[in-house]
């Protein structure tokens, strides 16, 4: 059954050549090819400010620059985030988009005024997966580092608003990667579009 799938690609540099931009590009021809619906996002054309103020989360409306984008997320049947690893964690522009995007009223609601409770999940019933490649070895971030920026976006902001499961593919080691391992990479992340996961 086709799905429609949202790929969001969070490298904030425009380069081309950049691994991220080839693997979005092999994840979106993939689910093309296998009838999906895909709309792609990239993070390093769009203009939109940072949040700086609790009140600008809460109380200002979504910049105009990222409605689109906010839609595309409430379309999506599944989303898929890719992107290095900078610092542990996703580059700080990927951060940005998500605070902007994932706010209340789009991605969750707080609860009623006067009532108690948690907030609650507006995007329940989509899955995702989140795509990233790093210069360490992979199992050395996800065994010593516990994997710690990736599962704080798992758990702090897809779960949270609902989004599971959410799955995970890391590469690792990837500035020495030969052609030969940047291809195997490449035509896996092609099939995971195929099946839409």
């Not at 949202?6 to 080839?22: T, Y």
């Not at 990233?132 to 996800?142: C, D, H, I, K, N």
Request: include cysteine; aromatic fraction near 10%; charge should be positive.
């Amino acid at each position: 059954m086709p799905r429609r799938i949202l790929v969001v690609l969070g490298h904030p540099d425009g380069n081309p050549k950049r691994l991220c931009r080839v693997l979005a590009d092999a994840y979106v021809e993939g689910a093309r090819s296998a009838g999906h619906e895909v709309r792609l996002i990239d993070i390093a054309t769009l203009d939109f400010p940072i949040l700086r103020a609790m009140e600008e989360f809460t109380e200002r409306p979504l910049p105009v620059t990222l409605e689109d984008a906010a839609q595309a997320i409430k379309d999506a049947d599944h989303l898929v985030f890719i992107f290095p690893l900078w610092l542990g964690t996703m580059p700080a522009l990927l951060k940005a988009f998500l605070e902007q995007v994932m706010r209340p009223g789009i991605a969750f609601a707080y609860p009623e005024a006067g009532k108690s409770g948690f907030a609650r999940t507006l995007l329940k019933g989509r899955s995702a997966r989140v795509v990233v490649t790093m210069g360490m070895p992979a199992s050395f971030y996800r065994f010593w580092y516990l994997g710690h920026g990736i599962a704080g976006m798992r758990r702090n902001i897809l779960n949270f608003v609902g989004i599971s499961p959410v799955r995970e593919t890391l590469f690792g080691m990837v500035e020495g990667a030969g052609d030969a391992k940047r291809r195997k990479w490449i035509e896996q992340v092609g099939a995971l579009g195929k099946c839409a996961v």
